[in-house]
């Protein structure tokens, strides 16, 4: 069914539909690592203190670790002890840009069917100090930025581009940019997207067909908050990473109650027994697959 479409879109290097037959996927993180394990919502130092703490006790390695609170919210001083922890323990760690729709002065974000803006960005004094706000993170020695606005994304890669901002920063595209399928996803590699998070509910066909469209490293949620969902998936996770390497399997977040939400030590040490969990289920029924050992040369380690 639906024969001319597909030939088409397979002309256009795109999937003809998504991969029910779930194939394996020969890519690969430059280390030759299948799956690297990455903890958002990390929105404290102390929270990532107790974090990789508690996973070490576990025996799980965290690569990543995601800020979502907003760079801008946090001081300079907060900003240099997160940098310090995820230098110590070989982290990479992204930080979120701080102007975005729900600390804007519209209130169109704030109703129920304001929900589809996302955390986009509102004007283009919005866009100004977004970049701003990068720049603060950059200068104070982060390299790894969290986006939630497509322009942004493209603004950033252009003075990426243009020398304007370190040729090593990172930009990971958020889930609350809504993006799910394929030809979205090519799209974002297009403007400048280093890895890319789907919306958080795909099934692993969705998933599989993902991978088929680009070669960035795709960061799979195995768990979420009530706030977005609440659904606990760590059984799927072997399956995530076998047709969707390269993955980050982005796990904890069960353990909180929202995404931007401030987190605790107590929270840091939740989030990281989810995270063992999941990489037990990994382990089990997946025993081959690789995981990338702490401060691999091509994480985006903050200096």
């Not at 779930?22 to 299948?34: I, M, N, Q």
């Not at 100004?128 to 322009?151: C, M, P, T, W």
Request: hydrophobic letters at 40%; a negative charge; glycine letters at 8%.
């Amino acid at each position: 069914m639906f024969e001319r479409t597909r030939s088409f879109l397979t002309k256009l290097g795109l999937p003809s539909g998504d991969a029910f037959d779930l194939p394996t996927s020969e890519k690969r993180f430059a280390d030759g690592a299948h799956f690297r394990v990455e903890v958002p919502t990390v929105n404290t130092a102390q929270a990532l203190q107790a974090l990789v703490e508690t996973a070490e006790k576990h025996g799980v390695v965290v690569n990543r670790v995601d800020e979502t609170y907003g760079g801008f919210r946090h001081t300079a001083e907060e900003i240099k002890e997160y940098r310090s922890i995820a230098r110590d323990w070989g982290l990479e760690l992204n930080f979120s840009v701080g102007p975005r729709a729900p600390y804007d002065t519209g209130a169109t974000v704030q109703t129920s069917q304001g929900v589809r803006i996302g955390y986009r960005l509102r004007g283009m004094e919005q866009i100004v100090r977004a970049i701003e706000d990068v720049k603060r993170i950059v200068d104070l020695g982060i390299r790894g930025v969290l986006v939630y606005d497509e322009g942004l994304l493209w603004v950033l890669s252009k003075m990426r581009h243009a020398g304007e901002l370190p040729p090593e920063l990172h930009f990971k595209v958020s889930a609350h940019c809504g993006h799910a399928n394929p030809a979205a996803f090519r799209m974002l590699v297009e403007q400048g997207a280093d890895s890319i998070n789907p919306v958080r509910d795909l099934q692993l066909p969705m998933i599989a067909a993902l991978r088929q469209a680009v070669d960035v490293p795709l960061d799979v949620h195995t768990d979420n908050p009530p706030a977005s969902g609440g659904f606990i998936r760590v059984y799927e996770a072997p399956e995530m990473v076998r047709v969707a390497a390269p993955v980050h399997l982005k796990t904890g977040n069960s353990a909180v109650g929202a995404h931007g939400s401030l987190t605790s030590d107590t929270d840091g040490r939740r989030m990281a027994d989810v995270a063992a969990i999941t990489v037990e289920m990994v382990r089990k029924y997946l025993p081959d697959a690789i995981q990338t050992e702490r401060g691999c040369e091509d994480l985006a380690i903050p200096v």
